[in-house]
């Protein structure tokens, strides 16, 4: 069975960095489409970053790039983004999730697995 879980969500001041986990298990991550999303209330889900599984290519929002980084270690099943030089409009709750798609376009895609999410609070 499909599983992701983030963690690491947690209250930090602007300027702060914070680093996201997502466990995964039951599939190969350099076989999924694997990204992390956003969601904050009254907006739109926003790709934040995605890794594809055609070429390894990463993408970022332009809202989050240079400030975040989306990594993954095979060996231990885990996504991570880091994020530094938090913003107030970072705050939101944070997702991770894979589908099976084989492509270049991974923030395209309606991903099929999702995680429960992790809440990311930036604030004096």
């Known amino acids: 069975q499909l599983q992701l879980a983030e963690s690491g969500g947690s209250l930090v001041h602007p300027g702060g960095s914070l680093r996201l986990s997502c466990a995964t298990s039951?599939?190969?991550?350099?076989?999924?489409?694997i990204g992390w999303f956003r969601q904050a209330p009254g907006k739109e889900r926003e790709t934040i970053a995605c890794?594809?599984?055609?070429?390894?290519?990463?993408y970022y929002a332009d809202s989050v790039k240079g400030r975040f980084t989306i990594s993954k270690d095979t060996a231990t099943k885990t996504l991570y983004l880091q994020m530094n030089n938090l913003k107030p409009d970072d705050t939101a709750p944070y997702y991770c999730?894979?589908?099976?798609?084989?492509?270049?376009?991974?923030?395209?895609?309606?991903?099929?697995?999702w995680g429960q999410g992790t809440q990311v609070t930036v604030s004096s």
């Open positions: 890794i594809n599984n055609r070429g390894g290519d990463i």
């Open positions: 999730a894979a589908d099976p798609t084989y492509g270049s376009e991974c923030w395209r895609y309606e991903y099929e697995y």
């Open positions: 039951g599939f190969n991550m350099d076989y999924y489409a």
